[in-house]
């Protein structure tokens, strides 16, 4: 109320300052652009702030001092914000035809709208003539549109049900094979007042990743791409009983109490705690079970991990079929001034980042990663290994999907898990989107 | 006539820069806000004009309904909370030993960030290691509330921060007013033997009343477009239950890239918190004309 009063002087405020300043600052860049040494200023933006992120935050910084070395004509000028600032801000400088001249983006339905609109550059060139079978098969894939590839993918990760392997051993539960003794160590562990699993259902995605997997299990491992390209319906069978299941676990107790209003790390803080036994979550994770000097060394002892199991009767029988997925990729620019010296620095960055970030900042790349010799956490060379041995990674259904279905994806996950819809509305709510969608 | 012509053009030049800077920045985004909701536009690409369709669907849809109606009630629950915050600043203004302390402390949410208080808050209002419940577990309370998370109290767990954020802005307000009220009429009143009571009511409040009518402008305006508290701590959630219409319209503009559609609820946001402000004052109107 009184906060937009501020917020108008202040913007006021800051607008006469700048009138004042440009007359100064004007002459200043001009000069800047050509006279000082003809230098290169190429504009990056990355979402990895040093207090939330600081190992991507310093191997960024380290690649670019790296690449500055490399090529003395050209400053890296960064811009970093937080992931959801930066979420929109790319959109806002895109619609004013102002984005930095390299920058992240997520993939799929994040990336369409920039690919298509043309505000990315096609980088097809570079991924056939510097990253030949570099990337980890299906990461490309999700930057591309019409064939082109708008993005240098940068991360990889699966996703794996991690848990307390002390809670376990304390009240003799065995790594659960199938969905039944899935179901049964949550009856155990809630007998003994531990909560069973966590999930913050508020945020929409985590709670989307049991719903993935169970997706995945009973209907098959391509069943959720099929929905997304129109071959089988949201309101099929199997998509409605693993919403089905779902909603039982919620309603055995299975998952923390109150989780629709929990963002994913307020959820997560129930394991760190060690209040709750379970979490599904994804390989970016790894760190703060492995690495972090945030988390007690004793904490990361018990960290383990198992692959979701498998569901009796299900289509998906394979327990190496995995949700996954790509997260932020690389771009450049389209109306970038510098578009090849760009182009050298996001291939540069990816590059060196595929060779440096297990070890430096326990992130695993999209880029196939060497083991020999990798002085890290056994964790990830056990993920590592799975990757290499993974029969399929089906992208996350929301990343896959329109922003559009995605937001509605979200929502109805949240509602699913506060039991404000039947498995058939939140199925069918989803079929009438894409539906809608199809037809434009 | 030739001093009042330059005049004319003096007050023209002194009156141009802030006219320009409101123009900019306050009314042509409105237009072109409104401009924006008749286009197919997801923010990035080509906008596709299509004419009234967005206006059309807003007008059948009904989430944006159930957000107006939140966003109301948030309004009636501001207006409501006037009333508290009336009664305490009568007492900090009666020459109450401490006033100056506690007014104080009134204003201390004031001064905390937005998102300050919602994670604050978020922690009180946890359901398994929460202030709140942990406070009624131990009282014996069995099935102690999800708070946020329970879709049919979440909205009403949200307002009460609200009020308690807005709580000093609005006492410092009433107070600056109460002790403005003049002390020869008070001191008349007490001679004809007037108690506090009376004091209050017939000649503090009659005498503040225009101060009253703007707060209860700035209260739901304030609250028809509020947006900050509810957006950290639900989201708009669980399942839109605590949407209201500017989380509505973020989540359509930045969540769904529908950049048109976040446009037409955004103008109607605006039509609707002008009504409402027209509506106030002639209901305020009538009442003091007669």
């Given at each position: 109320m009184i906060k937009r009063k501020a917020l108008t002087a202040f913007t006021l405020i800051c607008l006469l300052i700048g009138i004042v300043l440009t007359g100064c600052s004007s002459e200043g860049s001009s000069g800047d652009g050509s006279a000082s040494g003809g230098k290169i200023h190429l504009k990056f933006m990355h979402d990895w702030p040093k207090g939330s992120s600081p190992a991507y935050f310093n191997l960024v910084n380290e690649i670019i001092k790296d690449f500055e070395a490399k090529h003395k004509n050209v400053k890296i000028d960064v811009e970093v914000l937080n992931p959801d600032q930066?979420?929109?801000?790319?959109?806002?400088?895109?619609?004013?035809?102002?984005?930095?001249?390299?920058?992240?983006?997520?993939?799929?339905?994040?990336?369409?709208?920039?690919?298509?609109?043309?505000?990315?550059?096609?980088?097809?060139?570079?991924?056939?003539?510097?990253?030949?079978?570099?990337?980890?098969?299906?990461?490309?894939?999700?930057?591309?549109?019409?064939?082109?590839?708008?993005?240098?993918?940068?991360?990889?990760?699966?996703?794996?049900?991690?848990?307390?392997?002390?809670?376990?051993?304390?009240?003799?539960?065995?790594?659960?094979?199938?969905?039944?003794?899935?179901?049964?160590?949550?009856?155990?562990?809630?007998?003994?007042?531990?909560?069973?699993?966590?999930?913050?259902?508020?945020?929409?995605?985590?709670?989307?990743?049991?719903?993935?997997?169970?997706?995945?299990?009973?209907?098959?491992?391509?069943?959720?791409?099929?929905?997304?390209?129109?071959?089988?319906?949201?309101?099929?069978?199997?998509?409605?009983?693993?919403?089905?299941?779902?909603?039982?676990?919620?309603?055995?107790?299975?998952?923390?109490?109150?989780?629709?209003?929990?963002?994913?790390?307020?959820?997560?803080?129930?394991?760190?705690?060690?209040?709750?036994?379970?979490?599904?979550?994804?390989?970016?994770?790894?760190?703060?079970?492995?690495?972090?000097?945030?988390?007690?060394?004793?904490?990361?002892?018990?960290?383990?991990?198992?692959?979701?199991?498998?569901?009796?009767?299900?289509?998906?029988?394979?327990?190496?079929?995995?949700?996954?997925?790509?997260?932020?990729?690389?771009?450049?620019?389209?109306n970038s001034k510098h578009k090849d010296v760009a182009k050298d620095f996001a291939a540069y960055l990816v590059k060196e980042w595929g060779k440096r970030s297990v070890e430096k900042a326990g992130i695993l790349p999209a880029t196939k990663v060497n083991t020999n010799g990798l002085n890290v956490h056994p964790m990830y060379l056990d993920v590592l290994k799975d990757i290499n041995e993974a029969s399929n990674v089906t992208t996350w259904f929301d990343t896959q999907a329109s922003p559009n279905v995605s937001e509605l994806h979200h929502d109805m996950m949240t509602a699913l898990f506060g039991k404000q819809v039947t498995p058939e509305e939140f199925a069918q709510k989803q079929a009438d989107a894409l539906a809608k969608e199809a037809k434009k | 006539m030739k001093t009042v012509m330059s005049r004319k053009s003096v007050i023209a030049l002194y009156v141009l820069p802030s006219l320009i800077l409101v123009l900019i920045l306050i009314y042509i985004p409105i237009v072109l806000s409104g401009y924006y909701g008749l286009t197919d536009w997801n923010g990035v690409g080509k906008m596709k004009f299509i004419g009234l369709d967005n206006y059309i669907t807003l007008i059948h849809d009904k989430l944006f309904w159930t957000s107006t109606w939140h966003s109301i009630l948030l309004g009636l629950f501001s207006v409501l909370s006037l009333i508290g915050y009336l009664i305490v600043s009568l007492i900090l203004a009666s020459k109450l030993k401490g006033s100056n302390l506690l007014r104080k402390i009134y204003i201390i949410p004031m001064l905390l960030s937005s998102v300050a208080i919602a994670q604050l808050w978020v922690k009180i209002y946890d359901p398994n290691n929460g202030m709140i419940n942990s406070i009624l577990t131990s009282l014996g309370v069995e099935h102690t509330p999800l708070w946020l998370a329970d879709p049919k109290i979440a909205l009403y767990a949200i307002f009460l921060p609200i009020v308690w954020q807005y709580a000093g802005f609005y006492i410092i307000i009433l107070y600056a007013a109460l002790i403005n009220v003049p002390e020869e009429l008070i001191e008349a009143a007490r001679i004809d033997g007037a108690n506090a009571f009376q004091i209050a009511y017939k000649i503090k409040i009659p005498l503040i009343s225009g101060v009253l009518k703007v707060l209860v402008i700035l209260a739901v305006v304030g609250s028809l477009k509020y947006f900050d508290l509810i957006y950290v701590m639900t989201g708009g959630g669980p399942g839109h239950a605590s949407e209201v219409m500017a989380s509505y319209m973020y989540k359509e503009a930045f969540g769904k890239f529908n950049f048109g559609y976040g446009s037409a609820i955004g103008f109607g946001l605006l039509v609707i918190s002008m009504a409402a402000t027209w509506l106030i004052q002639k209901f305020l109107k009538t009442k003091s004309d007669d």
């Open positions: 930066y979420r929109d801000k790319i959109k806002v400088l895109a619609a004013s035809n102002e984005l930095p001249d390299v920058g992240l983006t997520w993939s799929n339905g994040f990336a369409e709208p920039f690919a298509t609109g043309g505000q990315f550059t096609p980088l097809n060139d570079i991924i056939n003539k510097d990253f030949k079978d570099q990337f980890v098969p299906g990461t490309v894939e999700s930057y591309t549109f019409d064939g082109k590839s708008y993005a240098l993918p940068m991360e990889m990760n699966i996703t794996y049900i991690f848990y307390n392997k002390e809670i376990f051993k304390k009240y003799h539960i065995d790594v659960p094979k199938t969905f039944d003794e899935l179901k049964q160590a949550g009856e155990v562990l809630k007998k003994n007042r531990v909560i069973p699993a966590t999930v913050g259902s508020k945020d929409g995605w985590p709670a989307s990743m049991w719903f993935m997997y169970l997706a995945d299990r009973i209907g098959g491992p391509t069943i959720l791409t099929d929905v997304i390209n129109g071959k089988v319906k949201m309101t099929d069978p199997a998509i409605v009983k693993a919403a089905q299941e779902v909603q039982n676990l919620v309603d055995d107790g299975f998952f923390v109490k109150g989780n629709t209003a929990f963002s994913n790390d307020e959820a997560k803080g129930y394991f760190l705690n060690e209040k709750a036994a379970m979490f599904l979550t994804a390989t970016w994770e790894l760190p703060n079970f492995t690495t972090s000097p945030d988390t007690s060394k004793a904490f990361k002892e018990k960290v383990g991990y198992f692959k979701f199991p498998l569901y009796e009767g299900g289509k998906g029988t394979d327990i190496n079929s995995y949700v996954g997925g790509p997260g932020l990729g690389a771009f450049v620019a389209e | -």
